[in-house]
T-cell receptor, first 114, second 113 residues
Framework: EAQVTQNPRYLITVTGKKLTVTCSQNMNHEYMSWYRQDPGLGLRQIYYSMNVEVTDKGDVPEGYKVSRKEKRNFPLILESPSPNQTSLYFC?????????????FGAGTRLSVL | GNSVTQMEGPVTLSEEAFLTINCTYTATGYPSLFWYVQYPGEGLQLLLKATKADDKGSNKGFEATYRKETTSFHLEKGSVQVSDSAVYFCALSDRNSNYQLIWGAGTKLIIKP
């Protein structure tokens, strides 16, 4: 089954404790992206990757890191989480063939930073 | 730059009512347009799309027509059900912007039995 898998689904942590949210897709998609969703602010893109070893900042990259060493994986790293990073995070992937960028989303990771 | 504006919610309707959720866009090129839906506790999923002017996207009884003259992509459904309760996002993708999806703020739809 074609899917985007994020782990964990729920995470509670404390300020300053490094964490990684994993994202994996099995559709051989070139494009992957991370978003955060906050009430009243909609979806905001954190980072995206057009292909392996190619990553770019989105609208709200501060406090986050990503890497794209393999096509299927796109982990999101918070080196020193802060309470303002408490949010719902989504990973997405798509193929850019045909230029349509139809994105497939993971189920989300709800992060609370205390 | 590119942008998407959609009507604020929540939109509350009774079952079997007619639904319209407005979406307008600004874009420098010729974007593709999308509606995504987010059911409670889930990620977003594509509902429908249109890739050129006058295209009509449709799925699950929902429709939206790409209107270049009014730069709009309004979502409609003739008879909503309780199960349609969700958050609906309008988005565009433009080659000139590296195909990044530009998102509207989302419209929460509540259908009462």
């Amino acid at each position: 089954e074609a899917q985007v898998t994020q782990n964990p689904r729920y995470l509670i942590t404390v300020t300053g404790k490094k964490l990684t949210v994993t994202c994996s897709q099995n559709m051989n998609h070139e494009y992957m992206s991370w978003y955060r969703q906050d009430p009243g602010l909609g979806l905001r893109q954190i980072y995206y990757s057009m292909n392996v070893e190619v990553t770019d900042k989105g609208d709200v990259p501060e406090g986050y890191k990503v890497s794209r060493k393999e096509k299927r994986n796109f982990p999101l790293i918070l080196e020193s989480p802060s309470p303002n990073q408490t949010s719902l995070y989504f990973c997405a992937s798509s193929t850019l063939t045909g230029g349509k960028n139809i994105q497939y989303f993971g189920a989300g990771t709800r992060l609370s930073v205390l | 730059g590119n942008s998407v504006t959609q009507m604020e919610g929540p939109v509350t309707l009774s079952e079997e009512a007619f639904l319209t959720i407005n979406c307008t866009y600004t874009a420098t090129g010729y974007p593709s347009l999308f509606w995504y839906v987010q059911y409670p506790g889930e990620g977003l999923q594509l509902l429908l799309k249109a890739t050129k002017a006058d295209d009509k996207g449709s799925n699950k009884g929902f429709e939206a027509t790409y209107r270049k003259e009014t730069t709009s992509f309004h979502l409609e459904k003739g008879s909503v059900q309780v199960s349609d309760s969700a958050v609906y996002f309008c988005a565009l993708s433009d080659r000139n912007s590296n195909y990044q999806l530009i998102w509207g703020a989302g419209t929460k739809l509540i259908i009462k039995p």
